[in-house]
């Protein structure tokens, strides 16, 4: 069965950092390109960050380019997000998701709050 | 970036009642479309790719058609287990696109 199991959220404050993890089982992990989802509370869904299967090939939504790295080990079978210069509007539950298109599994996902 | 112009916002049927729900983009996008259902307080889950391909284990009442710009959803003989919020993506370019979503609610 395929498992993604998001953590490291929580409170934190603007301008701070936070760095999130995702481990994955049940399939070939190595194998597949990994992603970063958001969404806000009430509010639709947004592609945060991409990243191939060997990581080669690395993409970012605007809003975050230059402030969050996508990054996976996968010897560890674990996708990261590290999140820096954090702000109110990243305040955000934050889904893992296989795939290099669409996305066919999702974790539970994690809630990242930013204020002060 | 393309954007994802969804339609209705909100949605109330009946029970074995066929649902439509559209999604436009603003230029082609080749059929690379997804579809998504995310039930209150659960993740979302992938229904349709490639516009009209049912994901696994997606109930065969779910269809997805369209081309270029102009795509859709219908359910078939609504189930109460179809209540959700429902959300199209686009991948044809990056980013991913995501259109606002439908949230469906029994009449």
């Known amino acids: 069965e395929v498992q993604l199991v998001e953590s490291g959220g929580g409170l934190v404050q603007p301008g701070r950092s936070l760095k999130l993890s995702c481990v994955a089982s049940?399939?070939?992990?190595?194998?597949?390109?990994m992603n970063w989802i958001r969404q806000a509370p009430g509010k639709g869904l947004e592609w945060v960050a991409y990243i191939s299967s060997g990581s080669s090939y690395i993409y970012y939504a605007e809003t975050v380019k230059g402030r969050f790295t996508i990054s996976r080990d996968n010897a560890k079978n674990t996708l990261y997000l590290q999140m820096t210069s954090l702000r109110s509007e990243d305040t955000a539950l934050y889904y893992c998701a296989r795939g290099r298109l669409y996305f066919d599994y999702w974790g539970q996902g994690v809630m990242v709050t930013v204020s002060s | 970036d393309i954007q994802m112009t969804q339609s209705p916002a909100s949605l109330s049927a009946s029970l074995g009642e066929t649902v439509t729900i559209e999604c436009r983009a603003s230029e082609d996008i080749y059929s690379n479309l997804a579809w998504y259902q995310q039930k209150p307080g659960n993740s979302p889950q992938l229904l349709i790719y490639?516009?009209?391909s049912l994901a696994d284990g997606v109930p065969s009442r779910f269809s997805g058609s369209g081309s270029g710009t102009q795509y859709s959803l219908k359910i078939n003989s609504l189930q109460s287990e179809d209540v959700a919020s429902y959300f199209c993506q686009q991948y044809n370019n990056y980013p991913n696109t995501f259109g606002a979503g439908t949230k469906l609610e029994l009449k």
């Open positions: 049940g399939f070939t992990f190595s194998n597949y390109g």
């Open positions: 490639d516009a009209n």
